[in-house]
């Protein structure tokens, strides 16, 4: 059985876009639905302009845990909901071997438009730059504030990137707490992508299985 890691301080620097790229009454949002609502019309950075809509995140407003993914694959930008790809489908499963009920968690992202490079009839996923997370960091923060968890789950460099303000070695900090100053405690690990990513079936297995122990090891934060 995995142990709790060890908690970190990181400082989390408050960077708001200009008003010009505000949209529509998202300032006036007092709730998920509303901040849903407002960010259909984001314009922050560029990524709108390509993607077929905003991908906002879903769950419960009042959810222990918020899971938060880099950015929507092609399946969330047409559904237009988070983690309903293969990549979704695989962290459902997991979540549900670790005896996390879905419905009871908030699943949203670091970057809420789908960035992607044309190939042919596919659009390939393209990682978000800096500049997108951190033009995208303002909804996120909201997103948090308004439910305020127990816990932030970072699924990736991106996403804990996002939540911390800095580039984070995922490898090297994986399983750990890390503190915020705000006392929002964000805890690190892989993306589900990147079990499917993973050719060798057993190699594959073993990469699930160290999930899987992530995943129990959140639900013992949440419990904690």
Known sequence: ??????????????????????????????????????????????LWRDATQTVFGEG????????????????????????VGPAGKMFDAILNDAGVDRQKIYVTNAVKHFKFEPRGKR??????????????????????????PDVVV????????????????????RGQVIERDDGLRVFITIHPSFILRIREAADKEAERGRFLQDMKQVKRLMAA
């Open 1 to 46: 059985m995995a142990t709790l890691g060890l908690q970190h301080k990181a400082k989390t620097p408050v960077r708001r876009a200009p008003r010009a790229e505000l949209a529509p009454n998202e300032d006036d949002a007092n709730s998920i639905a509303e901040l849903r609502e407002a960010a259909t019309g984001c314009r922050r950075c560029p």
């Open 123 to 148: 659009r390939i996923h393209s990682k978000p730059n800096a500049g997108e997370v951190q033009a995208c960091r303002w909804w996120l923060d909201r997103e948090i504030g308004l439910i305020k």
């Open 60 to 83: 419960p407003e009042g959810a222990e845990v918020i899971f938060v993914g880099e950015q929507p694959g092609d399946q969330e930008d047409l559904a237009g909901k988070p983690f």
């Open 154 to 173: 970072a699924l990736g460099a991106t996403a804990a990137q996002s939540l911390l303000g800095k580039a984070v070695p995922v490898t090297k900090m």
